[in-house]
């Protein structure tokens, strides 16, 4: 089980922090997932983080100013979002994938959502 929070509004140029709680089993080649999908547009991949191994991986658009971590302790995963862009305004995803993320950056392989969270950025 997942779940989603910290969005908000916040102006260009700022930041923010998702967070994800996970629950249940996860197995050793669990991967968390970060997708947004805007109005009118498919869901994009943002960001992943395998939990063997702490590989991360991001999305071109937010590669540089995105990062995704994770605290063992407290079961969480967060997305830390600086230097925010209008166009990063979209609805927020975390999800979980407990086969190996082999496509880490392809929806329709993950297993797990959470319910979204709005981020808006304005200009």
């Known amino acids: ?3 989603a ?8 140029g700022g930041s923010l922090r998702l967070s994800c709680a996970y629950s249940g089993r ?4 669990y991967v968390m997932g970060w997708f ?9 991949f943002v ?9 991360a991986y991001y999305g071109d658009s ?8 994770r605290d063992n302790v407290e079961k969480m995963v967060y997305l830390q979002m600086n230097t925010l862009k209008p166009e990063d305004t979209a ?4 999800a979980g994938d407990n ?19 709005q981020v808006t950025v304005s200009s």
Do not use: H, M
Request: aromatic share 18%; hydrophobic share 35%.
């Open 99 to 117: 086969g190996g993320g082999a496509y880490y950056a392809v929806s329709r392989y993950y297993d797990y959502w959470g319910q979204g969270t």
């Open 62 to 69: 937010v590669k540089g100013r995105f990062i995704i971590s």
């Open 36 to 44: 947004r999908q805007a109005p009118g547009k498919g869901r994009e």
């Open 47 to 55: 960001a992943a983080l395998r939990f063997s191994g702490g590989n």
């Open 91 to 94: 609805v927020y995803y975390c």
């Open 26 to 29: 996860i197995f050793s080649r």
């Open 5 to 12: 929070f910290g969005g908000g509004l916040v102006q260009a």
């Open 1 to 3: 089980q997942l779940q």
